[in-house]
């Protein structure tokens, strides 16, 4: 078996948790951060081992073969060697979250296999010796073969390089090599027809990879945090597994699910449990937008909670309604909205936090409930109704986009990195790191006129719409498609363009041609000729949909600036995060600050990291159907053709808001800015069927619209960027001068919500360190002749020591430039190293470090020296060798430890409340020479 191709299953089954817990608390289940042990062995004692050491790999949806070990849940379940994020799946599949079973037998039907045998409360596999189980054995091997390096190279039993051809690279599909017990393979796996994916007996996947035990190229657990008896960490989750691998008493279990401070929760669930129509409509508004949020309670300290929907009500515990989307029909009647307690062990990649308090709560009933909404406030008319613009028609849209905007981070970091988790496919659609700012509601057309004039307002859903042939023209193209088997590049690009043409369809040229390669792709693994149809009439319908709302945007946006008397956007247009009563200096939402990390993202506020790659605008419809598009519509276990036109509407999506915020730029550099905005072979066709209205008008007739202020004499204006090299420190003479233009002005008018680092309380030393830092940052081959950021990793964490004996964290990100966003499937051609740059941020930014660098005190001009050296990707790597925490160090679980002790204490960029377990799934390989 060749696996380079095929990739281990990270059973990151892993070292334990230090016997001194009290000190790591975030690795306790539901990060009680003020809480304590439960006296129950296996939430005490057990599940902080799997925190530590195992959630780091297996958490979320995108855990290899799906073995999640945030919760005794996941461990019962087991493990299923179907590829969740396969990007190539013909058909959808059923879902599999921890929520769409309720019994280990039913898991089982789904087609998941135990890693341990259980004697808990629902006993199976009690005849199997527990030793034989894919858990034990990979453990058991680690006892020999998982020497930190201060032992593996006496013993040669750990040499990292040895499993890098093992790890799940950045560019391979998420599939892992998956491994079962003997019982497991001869029942299930044994035929080639039953085992599509290759999985492996675990005894001789082990024997042709004995370094490959668990945890995988991490130091083992022998040995380690003995206790007085003399049993390490090893021997408790052996010894756990011998005897039945049981999990938490009922009791125990159920008590923690009961919060400390309970009239808190019952005040919120009153909120959104109220009997009125209005506030029905609004608790099933905010539930769609925040379910896949971790909400936190000020009044509440130490707890998190889920917003879900139940059967019932408080008292009685909640009955969760599980559907495959929030929107699906739930069954039932009535709806209640109830708060779960969150009672797994915290991811940080889905830990994404909605602060709230009582102000909060005020501000929400003022918001939704107290304001008159001038219609009968009516429940949605269908469950099944995917398009929230029918679906919340009742509620004014000035009240939706409010809510949105003043929550915009969280609802944001759902599409960036809720529960996809992660995906290089998915986040190519985005710049490597873009601020988002947002038009005010009085002159943003999608509030004032929420239907833009579309007559079938489902031409603003982001949805799949049903497709079925519907005359007999269509049923010969079923036919003609089902028949196709010619892959000439001619053929197929006729029958594209014959299918559009029968479906008055449009396509601009780079999905046309993506569509040829899909349909050339699809036709050899024996999808239907309507499974074919469907899936060129869902990307056609993507680029006419997204054509025409674009167009009928820019038309009101014409028509309610006129009643504005004037032809101009102005820079207080924009929302400064005034009108939120719960934030009086100011609501730090108006302005996001993105960045991506090739297979994932993450969300801050204000202007820290650097300037940004692109700019984003987003208006009400923009923002809406951004969201629904990317969670509330998007399936993980979706078909390839569900991926396609999601990917596609986020492209043209993601134009609209870069073309909103070219508008606020002068007339003459707005398709200059356009052009370094959406870049590529196909910028110029794209031009042609989304045309930049602000910059050519939509008709002859029509002005361009205009921009304030430099069409206005306001050389006064803080707001004021001139356009002469003397009049300014800020002139702007091309694209690029424009654009920072723009960044200037936008401090100016935001201020205080820049979330500029505070120098207050901040050493002179480490002031001195972050001088050069940022000397270091922002900077690239293409702009200053200095080629280190496109070798250096996506996201380093680094520790650095001060002569006081004080430590400091930051993260390290490299923005990696593109030659263009728009061409699916395409990211290592639109790869320009030369535009790569270094940001850096106080604390921790993204889940996924790639490298943990240690700094030593008095050395920090020693570790920028040197990474200001780096020059290939050899010298990238020498730079990880020389300061970085190896994976097969002794360092490397105390540095581990360290970090996430020190997450929970607030710091200069560090909230504790938002901090959760890393994940080590992309943390590099590399040796560190000897001594260190």
Not at 257 to 277: C, L, M, Q, R, Y
Request: hydrophobic residues 35%; aromatic residues 12%; neutral net charge.
């Amino acid at each position: 078996m060749n696996l380079t191709a095929h990739r281990l299953m990270l059973l990151a089954l892993c070292f334990s948790w230090t016997l001194g817990a009290a000190q790591t608390p975030l690795y306790e289940t539901g990060n009680r951060i003020h809480s304590g042990p439960t006296g129950d062995y296996y939430l005490d004692t057990i599940q902080p081992i799997l925190s530590s050491r195992c959630v780091a790999c297996h958490g979320c949806y995108e855990a290899p073969c799906q073995l999640n070990l945030q919760s005794y849940e996941g461990i019962r379940r087991g493990f299923n060697p179907e590829p969740i994020y396969a990007s190539i799946r013909l058909r959808e599949v059923k879902p599999t979250r921890l929520i769409d079973a309720k019994s280990v037998s039913e898991w089982r039907t789904k087609g998941f296999l135990p890693v341990v045998s259980s004697a808990g409360d629902e006993p199976e596999d009690e005849s199997e010796d527990p030793r034989y189980s894919v858990l034990y054995w990979l453990l058991n091997q680690s006892e020999t073969k998982n020497f930190p390096s201060n032992l593996s190279r006496a013993t040669g039993g750990f040499a990292v390089n040895a499993l890098k051809p093992l790890q799940k690279t950045i560019d391979e599909e998420a599939k892992h090599q998956c491994i079962a017990s003997a019982k497991q393979f001869n029942q299930t796996f044994r035929y080639h027809a039953k085992n599509p994916w290759q999985v492996m007996y675990v005894g001789d996947f082990l024997q042709a990879n004995p370094n490959a035990g668990m945890p995988f190229g991490l130091p083992g657990l022998k040995g380690d945090q003995t206790d007085a008896q003399g049993i390490d960490n090893q021997a408790r989750l052996m010894n756990w597994i011998k005897d039945g691998a049981k999990g938490p008493d009922r009791n125990i279990a159920q008590k923690l699910e009961i919060p400390t401070h309970p009239k808190v929760i019952a005040a919120w669930e009153d909120f959104f449990n109220g009997s009125s129509t209005q506030a029905q409509q609004t608790a099933r508004y905010i539930y769609e937008h925040v379910y896949t949020a971790t909400l936190y309670f000020e009044e509440n300290p130490g707890e998190y909670f889920e917003l879900v929907r139940s059967r019932t009500l408080s008292p009685q515990p909640v009955d969760q309604i599980v559907t495959p989307l929030p929107y699906s029909d739930p069954g039932v009647s009535i709806v209640h909205y109830r708060l779960k307690k969150i009672t797994r062990a915290i991811a940080q990649k889905t830990q994404l936090v909605w602060h709230l308090n009582d102000a909060r709560l005020s501000h929400l009933k003022d918001l939704f409930l107290a304001q008159n909404w001038g219609k009968n406030a009516i429940p949605a008319p269908s469950y099944q109704t995917p398009n929230p613009f029918i679906n919340f028609d009742s509620i004014p849209a000035a009240i939706r986009y409010q809510f949105l905007r003043e929550n915009s981070k969280i609802i944001v970091a759902a599409m960036t990195q809720g529960s996809v988790c992660v995906g290089s496919t998915a986040t190519y659609a985005i710049s490597d790191h873009f601020w988002a700012w947002f038009l005010r509601p009085e002159i943003d057309p999608s509030v004032q006129t929420p239907h833009l004039g579309f007559q079938n307002i489902n031409e603003l859903t982001t949805a799949e719409l049903d497709w079925k042939p519907k005359n007999k023209f269509e049923r010969l193209m079923v036919q003609r498609l089902s028949r196709l088997k010619d892959k000439d590049p001619k053929i197929i690009a006729k029958v594209v363009t014959d299918f559009i043409s029968l479906t008055k369809m449009k396509l601009d040229p780079e999905a046309q041609s993506y569509a040829q390669n899909l349909l050339i792709q699809l036709q050899q693994y024996g999808m239907s000729g309507e499974e074919l149809g469907a899936a060129l009439f869902h990307l056609a319908r993507t680029s006419k949909a997204n054509h025409d709302y674009q167009k009928a945007f820019e038309k009101q946006l014409r028509l309610l600036l006129n009643a504005h008397q004037r032809n101009y956007l102005q820079i207080t247009d924009l929302w400064k995060g005034d009108g939120d009563s719960s934030y009086p200096q100011g609501n730090p939402n108006a302005w996001l600050n993105i960045t991506r990390h090739e297979r994932s993202a993450s969300v801050q506020f204000g202007e820290e990291g650097g300037l940004p790659q692109s700019i984003w605008v987003m208006s009400f419809s923009n923002f809406e159907r951004l969201y629904y598009n990317l969670v509330a519509n998007f399936k993980e276990w979706g078909s390839v053709t569900h991926r396609m036109a999601t990917w596609r509407h986020m492209s043209y999506v993601r134009l609209e808001g870069e073309d909103l915020a070219i508008s606020f730029l002068p007339l003459q550099y707005r398709k200059q800015v356009r052009a370094v905005f959406a870049r590529g072979g196909m910028a110029a066709a794209m031009n042609k069927l989304f045309p930049l209205y602000s910059a050519e008008g939509m008709y002859k007739k029509e002005p361009r619209l205009r921009i304030w202020p430099w069409d206005l004499p306001a050389r006064t204006s803080p707001y004021f960027c001139p356009t002469s090299h003397r009049d300014s420190r800020y002139p702007f003479g091309d694209a690029q001068g424009s654009i920072s233009c723009l960044i200037q002005i936008m401090k100016n008018y935001l201020g205080p919500l820049s979330n500029k680092p505070s120098a207050d309380g901040i050493s002179a030393e480490r002031l001195k360190f972050e001088a050069r830092l940022e000397g270091l940052s922002g900077k690239s081959l293409a702009k200053d002749g200095v080629s280190y950021a496109q070798f250096l990793p996506n996201i380093a964490y680094v520790r650095v020591m001060g002569t006081d004996e004080s430590a400091w964290i930051y993260s390290l990100i490299v923005d990696r430039g593109y030659l263009a966003h728009n061409i699916m499937l395409r990211e290592k051609q639109n790869r320009e190293p030369r535009e790569d740059s270094l940001t850096y941020y106080r604390g921790f930014v993204g889940a996924y470090p790639n490298v943990f660098f240690d700094v030593p005190q008095g050395k920090w001009s020693d570790f920028l020296s040197d990474l200001s050296r780096v020059q290939s990707d050899a010298w990238g790597e020498w730079l990880e060798a020389k300061w970085g925490i190896a994976r097969n160090s002794e360092r490397f679980w105390p540095f581990f430890d360290w970090l996430h002790a020190f997450k929970l204490k607030a710091n200069p960029g560090i909230d504790p409340v938002e901090q959760g377990i890393v994940d080590l799934s992309q943390y590099h390989f590399f040796e560190a020479p000897e001594g260190r």
